[in-house]
């Protein structure tokens, strides 16, 4: 699934951050919308149109993100098209999720459907965080979230939220050494 060329760990922070929202969660659940924030903070997000043996929705999943699935028909993209813009984006890069284990599920339904390799590896930010900023995570999210206008629960939005947690965690460690 993932290129030969393993990543490294990052060097530069903060690091690609992706978030994938899906119909529901579980056996038969897909991915409906991909979005990442790069390191410079630009962001890229697409919804993807779901392939005709991808029939499972969760109600409860639907309104969380608002994304029905007349508009994944209508305006989603290919799964071929969004593989090809995330890993042109992403290529030979570790990118960070926090819900790994959901995630790298989405995201191998989504190269698979394709019919193509993903040439970027994806790993926990749990991984990035000492256990003193593990411990903070939620409270800090909690806080930078009620700072950020996100006018809606998307998977962009979703990156953005989680690379501002991971830049807010650090800064009293920035302030103190800097």
Known sequence: MFATAVPQKH?????????????????GSYPIEVGIVMPDGSAWCSLVRPEP?????????????????????????????????????????LVY?????????????????????????????RTLLSDAEAAAWH???NRVALGMTLERHRASSDARLLRSTLLALRQPLAAVQG
């Open 53 to 93: 043996q991808w029939e499972h929705w969760d109600p409860n999943a639907a309104a969380l993100h608002h994304i029905t699935r007349e508009q994944l028909l209508s305006h989603g993209r290919p799964a071929g098209e969004v593989a090809d813009a995330l890993n042109e984006r992403l290529h030979g890069q």
């Open 11 to 27: 060097t530069n922070f903060p690091p690609p951050i992706l978030d994938v929202e899906a119909s529901g969660f579980g056996l």
């Open 139 to 141: 409270e800090v999210k």
């Open 97 to 125: 999720s926090d819900a790994w284990a959901h995630d790298y599920t989405w995201l191998s339904r989504l190269f698979a459907a394709a019919g193509k390799s993903q040439h970027f590896k994806l790993d926990s930010v």
